[in-house]
């Protein structure tokens, strides 16, 4: 961003924590003046059959894919300028629900949620909220654990017949943060490639 000729500043926060977005809110106003666009996009997935998961790996993907985002939508909702963007992570597994997911698929379902509702409280002051539901990104959380075949195996159920890159979703957050993006509200934009 630097060397292009803006200005940036890494705040490091764990937004599992209660306090992190109003630090990391804390930071743009001090170095911004403001904040114009949330992106709620730190994510855990912890895999495991509902019956076989212990209260701990759930809650800790409560914490971060859940609890994040609501107090990032709460903050946004104090503290972001009109005419602003939120722009929440959820994923195609809502929509196929393949087991061992049901964990990370209750988070993510739960952020739709929230997106829908805070796009209709938040619209009188012209921000949009939106969620993306990537499909399959060829991602450091994605392949971790996952063997050659099984990824070919899921590839074969993607019509574009590939997974995503990270600028596949990157430039669909560009989009919805951008002026292109400004009449779309309270919608799940699936990049998935077609899978669902």
């Known amino acids: 961003i630097e060397a292009g000729g803006g200005k940036a500043v890494a705040v490091?926060?764990?937004?599992?924590?209660?306090?992190?977005?109003?630090?990391?809110f804390d930071a743009a106003e001090q170095s911004f003046g403001g904040a114009d666009i949330l992106?709620?996009?730190?994510?855990?997935?912890?895999?495991?059959?509902?019956?076989?998961?212990?209260?701990?790996?759930?809650?800790?993907?409560?914490?971060?894919?859940?609890?994040?985002?609501?107090?990032?939508?709460?903050?946004?909702g104090k503290r972001l300028r009109d005419g602003g963007?939120?722009?929440?992570?959820?994923?195609?597994?809502?929509?196929?629900?393949g087991p061992a997911y049901g964990g990370y698929a209750a988070t993510k379902a739960a952020v739709e949620a929230m997106t829908?509702?805070?796009?209709?409280?938040?619209?009188?002051?012209?921000?949009?909220?939106?969620?993306?539901?990537?499909?399959?990104?060829?991602?450091?959380?994605?392949?971790t654990g996952k063997s050659d075949e099984l990824v070919r195996n899921i590839v074969k159920t993607i019509p574009l017949s590939r997974l995503?890159?990270?600028?596949?979703?990157a430039s669909?957050?560009?989009?919805?943060?951008?002026?292109?993006?400004?009449?779309?509200?309270?919608?799940v934009l699936r990049a998935n490639g077609g899978m669902i």
Request: charged share 20%.
């Open 12 to 24: 490091q926060a764990d937004v599992g924590s209660p306090t992190a977005a109003a630090t990391l």
């Open 39 to 76: 992106v709620n996009n730190a994510g855990v997935m912890r895999l495991a059959p509902l019956a076989e998961m212990d209260d701990e790996t759930f809650e800790f993907q409560l914490a971060t894919n859940l609890m994040g985002t609501f107090r990032g939508i709460r903050e946004a």
């Open 85 to 97: 963007r939120i722009i929440n992570f959820s994923s195609s597994v809502v929509g196929v629900y």
């Open 116 to 143: 829908h509702v805070a796009s209709k409280e938040l619209g009188r002051r012209r921000i949009t909220v939106n969620a993306i539901a990537p499909g399959p990104v060829e991602t450091e959380m994605f392949m």
């Open 164 to 169: 995503g890159q990270p600028q596949d979703i």
């Open 172 to 187: 669909v957050v560009s989009f919805l943060a951008g002026p292109d993006g400004g009449w779309v509200n309270g919608q």
